[in-house]
């Protein structure tokens, strides 16, 4: 497997009620004899900065390939996040071909995202 350690994803969620595709895996094509249609990524960090002068709050799920996004697969709800802040939260997440982080933000708020780790394709 080739690796790639680079920013897997970036989105701005200000404004943005419904919820915005951070990253999703990449499906690795089926070449040669034997090949495996596999991809696998870390995500290492994600990144929120709330770039306003008031509080805001985002909310994170990891829905994994093949599955209806629901209530179950929230990591961050409505987390708070001061004015002119910045998270950086360590998560280790190994996810599969498909699979997707979906990220958004409350009302108003100027929130940015940005994703960080190693695709293995």
Partial sequence: MAEAF???????TSNTLFE????T???KPNVGF??????QTLVASLVVCNRDSSSGDYSVRVIP????????????LSK??????THVISLGLGMQAGDAIKVSSGSGDDIS????GVEMV
């Fill in 65 to 76: 390939s093949g599955e209806t996004e629901g209530t179950k697969h929230t990591i961050f």
């Fill in 80 to 85: 708070a996040i001061a004015a002119n802040d």
């Fill in 6 to 12: 680079k920013v897997l994803g970036q989105a701005d």
């Fill in 34 to 39: 034997a090949a495996r249609n596999v991809s």
């Fill in 113 to 116: 995202m940005s994703a960080f």
């Fill in 25 to 27: 895996v990449p499906t």
């Fill in 20 to 23: 915005t595709t951070l990253y």
